[in-house]
T-cell receptor
Protein backbone atom coordinates (compact mmCIF):
# COMPACT_ATOMS: atom_id res chain seq x y z
CA UNK A 1 0.00 0.00 0.00
CA UNK A 2 1.25 3.50 -0.75
CA UNK A 3 -0.80 5.16 1.94
CA UNK A 4 0.39 6.09 5.36
CA UNK A 5 -1.00 4.27 8.34
CA UNK A 6 -1.66 6.35 11.41
CA UNK A 7 -1.40 5.08 14.93
CA UNK A 8 -3.15 5.13 17.33
CA UNK A 9 -6.59 5.08 15.74
CA UNK A 10 -7.91 7.20 18.59
CA UNK A 11 -6.32 9.25 21.33
CA UNK A 12 -7.96 11.06 24.21
CA UNK A 13 -5.95 13.42 26.41
CA UNK A 14 -6.52 16.28 28.81
CA UNK A 15 -6.25 19.86 27.65
CA UNK A 16 -2.73 21.13 28.12
CA UNK A 17 -1.10 17.73 27.62
CA UNK A 18 0.98 16.83 24.61
CA UNK A 19 -0.39 14.55 21.89
CA UNK A 20 1.78 12.30 19.79
CA UNK A 21 0.62 10.35 16.80
CA UNK A 22 2.61 8.19 14.45
CA UNK A 23 2.64 7.34 10.79
CA UNK A 24 4.23 4.43 9.00
CA UNK A 25 4.63 3.95 5.26
CA UNK A 26 6.14 1.34 2.99
CA UNK A 27 7.91 2.84 0.00
CA UNK A 28 10.47 5.59 -0.49
CA UNK A 29 9.21 9.14 -0.32
CA UNK A 30 10.04 12.64 -1.50
CA UNK A 31 8.21 14.15 1.42
CA UNK A 32 5.49 13.49 3.95
CA UNK A 33 2.59 15.73 4.81
CA UNK A 34 0.25 15.93 7.77
CA UNK A 35 -3.32 17.11 7.46
CA UNK A 36 -6.05 17.86 10.00
CA UNK A 37 -9.75 17.30 9.51
CA UNK A 38 -12.34 18.77 11.82
CA UNK A 39 -15.52 16.77 11.95
CA UNK A 40 -17.29 16.83 8.59
CA UNK A 41 -14.97 19.48 7.17
CA UNK A 42 -12.32 19.47 4.49
CA UNK A 43 -8.75 18.47 5.22
CA UNK A 44 -6.35 21.23 6.07
CA UNK A 45 -2.64 21.00 5.38
CA UNK A 46 -0.54 21.32 8.54
CA UNK A 47 3.06 20.70 7.63
CA UNK A 48 5.30 19.12 5.01
CA UNK A 49 8.63 17.52 5.82
CA UNK A 50 11.04 16.61 3.05
CA UNK A 51 12.85 13.31 2.93
CA UNK A 52 16.19 14.97 3.72
CA UNK A 53 14.81 16.63 6.85
CA UNK A 54 14.64 14.95 10.23
CA UNK A 55 12.56 17.42 12.19
CA UNK A 56 10.37 20.39 11.47
CA UNK A 57 8.43 22.80 13.65
CA UNK A 58 5.38 24.93 13.04
CA UNK A 59 3.94 26.70 16.07
CA UNK A 60 2.87 24.01 18.53
CA UNK A 61 3.50 21.25 15.99
CA UNK A 62 6.66 19.21 15.75
CA UNK A 63 7.09 16.61 13.04
CA UNK A 64 9.89 14.09 12.87
CA UNK A 65 10.78 11.82 10.01
CA UNK A 66 12.88 8.67 10.11
CA UNK A 67 13.29 7.40 6.57
CA UNK A 68 15.29 4.38 7.72
CA UNK A 69 12.27 3.22 9.72
CA UNK A 70 9.78 4.63 7.23
CA UNK A 71 7.97 6.45 9.97
CA UNK A 72 6.97 9.91 11.05
CA UNK A 73 5.49 11.39 14.18
CA UNK A 74 3.40 14.46 14.84
CA UNK A 75 3.61 16.06 18.25
CA UNK A 76 1.10 18.69 19.32
CA UNK A 77 2.25 20.48 22.44
CA UNK A 78 0.03 22.16 25.03
CA UNK A 79 -3.11 20.79 23.43
CA UNK A 80 -6.31 22.83 23.24
CA UNK A 81 -9.93 21.86 22.78
CA UNK A 82 -9.73 23.23 19.24
CA UNK A 83 -7.14 20.56 18.41
CA UNK A 84 -9.89 17.93 18.58
CA UNK A 85 -9.88 16.53 15.06
CA UNK A 86 -8.68 13.66 12.92
CA UNK A 87 -5.08 13.76 11.76
CA UNK A 88 -3.82 12.14 8.58
CA UNK A 89 -0.37 11.59 7.20
CA UNK A 90 0.23 11.48 3.46
CA UNK A 91 3.50 10.12 2.12
CA UNK A 92 4.58 11.76 -1.12
CA UNK A 93 6.06 8.84 -2.96
CA UNK A 94 8.93 9.27 -5.33
CA UNK A 95 7.98 6.48 -7.71
CA UNK A 96 5.06 5.88 -10.03
CA UNK A 97 5.01 9.03 -12.13
CA UNK A 98 3.34 11.17 -9.54
CA UNK A 99 -0.04 11.58 -11.12
CA UNK A 100 -1.96 9.80 -8.41
CA UNK A 101 -3.48 11.83 -5.66
CA UNK A 102 -2.11 11.65 -2.18
CA UNK A 103 -3.43 8.59 -0.41
CA UNK A 104 -4.60 8.75 3.15
CA UNK A 105 -5.04 6.21 5.89
CA UNK A 106 -7.90 6.23 8.35
CA UNK A 107 -6.26 8.83 10.54
CA UNK A 108 -5.84 9.33 14.25
CA UNK A 109 -8.92 10.71 15.93
CA UNK A 110 -7.72 13.05 18.67
CA UNK A 111 -10.03 14.17 21.44
CA UNK A 112 -8.94 16.90 23.81
CA UNK A 113 -10.90 16.79 27.03
CA UNK A 114 -11.37 20.07 28.93
CA UNK B 1 -10.80 29.29 3.53
CA UNK B 2 -8.83 27.06 1.14
CA UNK B 3 -10.08 28.82 -1.97
CA UNK B 4 -11.65 25.60 -3.27
CA UNK B 5 -15.42 25.79 -3.70
CA UNK B 6 -17.70 22.79 -3.81
CA UNK B 7 -21.41 22.75 -4.54
CA UNK B 8 -23.85 21.61 -3.38
CA UNK B 9 -22.89 21.28 0.28
CA UNK B 10 -25.65 18.78 0.96
CA UNK B 11 -27.62 16.57 -1.37
CA UNK B 12 -30.32 14.02 -0.61
CA UNK B 13 -31.55 11.78 -3.36
CA UNK B 14 -32.99 8.35 -4.01
CA UNK B 15 -31.43 5.13 -5.22
CA UNK B 16 -31.12 4.90 -8.96
CA UNK B 17 -30.81 8.64 -9.43
CA UNK B 18 -27.95 10.65 -10.90
CA UNK B 19 -26.23 13.66 -9.35
CA UNK B 20 -23.50 16.08 -10.34
CA UNK B 21 -21.06 17.56 -7.89
CA UNK B 22 -19.15 20.65 -8.83
CA UNK B 23 -15.73 21.91 -7.83
CA UNK B 24 -13.99 25.19 -8.51
CA UNK B 25 -10.27 24.95 -7.73
CA UNK B 26 -8.11 27.69 -6.30
CA UNK B 27 -7.27 30.38 -8.80
CA UNK B 28 -4.39 29.20 -10.94
CA UNK B 29 -4.42 25.58 -9.77
CA UNK B 30 -4.35 23.18 -12.69
CA UNK B 31 -4.92 19.93 -10.81
CA UNK B 32 -8.21 18.75 -9.39
CA UNK B 33 -8.52 15.60 -7.31
CA UNK B 34 -11.71 13.92 -6.17
CA UNK B 35 -11.97 11.90 -2.97
CA UNK B 36 -14.76 9.96 -1.34
CA UNK B 37 -14.93 9.66 2.42
CA UNK B 38 -17.17 7.16 4.14
CA UNK B 39 -17.09 5.78 7.65
CA UNK B 40 -16.06 2.29 6.64
CA UNK B 41 -13.69 3.06 3.75
CA UNK B 42 -11.95 6.15 4.98
CA UNK B 43 -10.72 8.71 2.47
CA UNK B 44 -10.48 7.15 -0.98
CA UNK B 45 -8.82 8.75 -3.99
CA UNK B 46 -11.16 8.65 -6.98
CA UNK B 47 -9.65 10.54 -9.90
CA UNK B 48 -7.19 13.28 -10.85
CA UNK B 49 -7.45 15.81 -13.66
CA UNK B 50 -4.67 18.10 -14.75
CA UNK B 51 -5.37 21.01 -17.07
CA UNK B 52 -8.38 19.29 -18.56
CA UNK B 53 -6.91 15.84 -18.97
CA UNK B 54 -7.41 12.77 -16.86
CA UNK B 55 -4.13 11.88 -15.16
CA UNK B 56 -4.90 9.07 -12.78
CA UNK B 57 -7.75 6.92 -11.58
CA UNK B 58 -8.12 5.46 -8.17
CA UNK B 59 -11.02 3.54 -6.68
CA UNK B 60 -13.63 5.09 -8.93
CA UNK B 61 -16.67 3.02 -9.85
CA UNK B 62 -17.74 2.72 -13.47
CA UNK B 63 -21.01 4.42 -12.50
CA UNK B 64 -18.99 7.50 -11.65
CA UNK B 65 -17.35 9.84 -14.12
CA UNK B 66 -15.66 13.18 -13.98
CA UNK B 67 -14.39 15.90 -16.24
CA UNK B 68 -12.45 19.12 -16.02
CA UNK B 69 -13.53 22.02 -18.17
CA UNK B 70 -11.42 24.66 -19.96
CA UNK B 71 -12.01 27.09 -17.09
CA UNK B 72 -10.54 24.35 -14.83
CA UNK B 73 -13.66 23.70 -12.81
CA UNK B 74 -14.52 20.04 -12.47
CA UNK B 75 -17.65 17.97 -12.14
CA UNK B 76 -18.09 14.53 -10.65
CA UNK B 77 -21.09 12.65 -12.00
CA UNK B 78 -22.56 9.82 -9.96
CA UNK B 79 -25.21 7.68 -11.59
CA UNK B 80 -27.41 4.72 -10.70
CA UNK B 81 -26.91 5.68 -7.11
CA UNK B 82 -26.88 3.05 -4.40
CA UNK B 83 -27.22 3.36 -0.65
CA UNK B 84 -23.51 2.69 -0.29
CA UNK B 85 -22.67 5.80 -2.30
CA UNK B 86 -23.73 7.93 0.64
CA UNK B 87 -20.55 9.73 1.64
CA UNK B 88 -18.68 12.98 1.76
CA UNK B 89 -17.13 13.85 -1.58
CA UNK B 90 -14.14 16.13 -1.49
CA UNK B 91 -12.44 18.01 -4.20
CA UNK B 92 -8.85 19.17 -3.77
CA UNK B 93 -6.70 21.31 -5.98
CA UNK B 94 -3.00 21.76 -6.46
CA UNK B 95 -0.90 23.98 -8.69
CA UNK B 96 1.08 20.99 -9.95
CA UNK B 97 0.27 17.57 -11.35
CA UNK B 98 2.55 15.59 -9.11
CA UNK B 99 1.66 13.55 -6.11
CA UNK B 100 4.03 15.19 -3.68
CA UNK B 101 2.63 18.67 -3.45
CA UNK B 102 0.27 20.20 -0.95
CA UNK B 103 -3.43 19.71 -1.62
CA UNK B 104 -6.07 22.32 -0.86
CA UNK B 105 -9.39 20.75 0.02
CA UNK B 106 -12.88 22.08 -0.37
CA UNK B 107 -15.47 21.67 2.37
CA UNK B 108 -17.05 18.71 0.62
CA UNK B 109 -20.43 17.71 -0.69
CA UNK B 110 -22.37 15.42 1.60
CA UNK B 111 -24.43 12.97 -0.43
CA UNK B 112 -27.21 10.98 1.20
CA UNK B 113 -28.86 8.28 -0.86
CA UNK B 114 -32.19 7.05 0.53
Amino acid sequence: SQQGEEDPQALSIQEGENATMNCSYKTSINNLQWYRQNSGRGLVHLILIRSNEREKHSGRLRVTLDTSKKSSSLLITASRAADTASYFCAPGHSSGGGADGLTFGKGTHLIIQP
Amino acid sequence: DSGVTQTPKHLITATGQRVTLRCSPRSGDLSVYWYQQSLDQGLQFLIHYYNGEERAKGNILERFSAQQFPDLHSELNLSSLELGDSALYFCASSPTGGRTGELFFGEGSRLTVL
